[in-house]
Nanobody, 121 residues
Framework: EVQLVESGGGLVQAGGSLRLSCAAS????????IGWFRQAPGKEREGISC????????YYPDSVKGRFTISSDNAENTVYLRVNSLKPEDTAVYYC??????????????WGHGTQVTVSS
């Protein structure tokens, strides 16, 4: 059974930091790219980072570049997202998702259930 389990969300003050974790099981981790996505209330889900576990390359949209860092522990089948300098507009449910490594998170096969991040001003 494929599982993606996010953790590490919570309530944090603006300017603070969090580290989100995504524990993966049930598929060959190195053959997949893992992405972090988020969805704020009333907004569409957006991709915020991606790591290709095949070669370790990472990708970010300009909106989070410099504040968010994705990393992967292939021995533990876990992907992390470090989020710094948090802003109230970062409040959202954060999801991890897995897809074929060659798709670089543009195609997703599996989703986690999400972890809530709330940033207070």
């Amino acid at each position: 059974e494929v599982q993606l389990v996010e953790s590490g969300g919570g309530l944090v003050q603006a300017g603070g930091s969090l580290r989100l974790s995504c524990a993966a099981s049930g598929f060959t981790f190195d053959d997949y790219a893992i992405g972090w996505f988020r969805q704020a209330p009333g907004k569409e889900r957006e991709g915020i980072s991606c790591i290709n576990n095949n070669d370790g390359s990472t990708y970010y949209p300009d909106s989070v570049k410099g504040r968010f860092t994705i990393s992967s522990d292939n021995a533990e089948n876990t992907v992390y997202l470090r989020v710094n300098s948090l802003k109230p507009e970062d409040t959202a449910v954060y999801y991890c998702a897995a897809g074929p490594w060659w798709a670089l998170c543009t195609s997703v096969e599996y989703w986690g259930h999400g972890t809530q991040v709330t940033v207070s001003s």
